[in-house]
């Protein structure tokens, strides 16, 4: 079993300036896990906080952590197997009458997609998608 990664862990990483490497070795030594794998969809929000920073230094360092992030952590592509999964989440939790982010529910796909669990700090969110195994981070 590995972690699908959201960006909120990303982020807040980032923000405490935590080495990627020390989260990736703690994740490991807390959780077990020791395959790690992004979204596309989470490349997306990720490269989309780039372009959104308000200074050259903070756009220069979101990019250096970013392209860190990349060069460690594969990246699976959103597919169509992908895209049939997500349609029946999204029915799903519209049949419930729950609303969560297009983004969101693309990545909380991805997860199960793979046989992994999703690590992320946006709990509340991903708790909705039925099936999918959230670990707080």
């Known amino acids: 079993m590995g ?11 980032e923000r405490e300036k935590r080495p990627l490497s020390q989260l990736l070795a703690s994740l490991s030594a807390e959780f077990s ?8 969809i989470t490349v997306m929000e ?10 050259p230094e903070v756009a220069q360092e979101r990019r250096r ?3 860190e992030v990349l060069a ?9 197997e992908l895209g049939v999964l997500a349609a ?14 297009t983004a969101d529910r693309l990545i909380g ?3 199960p997609h793979y046989g992994y669990t999703l690590g992320t700090r946006s709990v ?8 999918l195994q959230v670990l707080a981070l």
């Open 3 to 13: 972690l699908v990664l959201d960006s909120s862990v990303l982020i807040a990483a």
């Open 33 to 40: 896990e020791t395959a790690f794998l992004l979204s596309s």
């Open 46 to 55: 990720l490269e989309h906080g780039w372009h959104r920073a308000n200074t």
């Open 65 to 67: 952590n970013l392209d």
């Open 72 to 80: 460690v952590i594969p990246v699976e592509p959103f597919t169509r």
């Open 88 to 101: 029946k989440v999204e029915a799903e939790i519209k049949k419930a009458g729950l609303v969560i982010a």
């Open 109 to 111: 796909a991805t997860a």
């Open 124 to 131: 509340r969110h991903f708790r909705l998608i039925p099936g």
